[in-house]
């Protein structure tokens, strides 16, 4: 799709890498460039919480930015957001747009996406899912349950882009599914 339409996607997956002994899994953040080549793979350095039951630990071989026309692009996933080394190490590189791939909630979103841009003086974009009840098929075991007991919605959505200053281009957008785009200038980042 990317080389059909030419253009750079940053693409949240779960892997099962080869290199690995196809044993593990992985929350991994694929960068592909307009051409439909992979540029890199960042495995997520440290899964919280429960995360810790499913997901392998990453290692920092993927913390690395990718021109981008006249941007430098770099990206986390979710809670890695937080970590100051991780957002340090993008830095380091350049990085002027920022990725910050979240599973979909508002309250992530709305703090920690006009801090990056503050802190980094560089564009930062949220992008978040949704995700509720109707994605739980019937297949899934204990299904019903997992209906009963759970709210409507688990991910509420909160893609956002903020300003290198910190102000909103796209405040965080609840409940919302499409496609939602601003165009950025490099002069922003260099003011």
Known sequence: MAKERSIAIYLGIIERPIDRGGH???????SI?????????HRKIRPTYEERLVWSHGDGHGLVTHKLEE?????LNCWENWMP???TALYAQGENVHI???PGSVRNTVDITPFIAKE?????IGVCGLFGRAQITNDIPHSDLIQEKWPIHLADGGTCIAAPN?????????????LFT??????KVYE
Do not use: H
Not at 33 to 41: A, C, F, P
Not at 71 to 75: H, L, P
């Open 166 to 178: 910190g102000d909103w281009i796209i405040k965080p957008i609840e409940m919302e599914e499409g």
């Open 85 to 87: 080394l991780s957002r």
């Open 120 to 124: 980094s003086r560089s564009y930062s």
């Open 71 to 75: 941007f430098t692009v770099g990206g």
């Open 33 to 41: 460039d307009k051409y439909g080549v992979i540029q890199s793979t």
């Open 24 to 30: 593990s899994l992985y929350c991994t953040l694929v």
């Open 182 to 187: 601003a165009n950025l200038e490099i002069q």
């Open 100 to 102: 910050a791939v979240w």
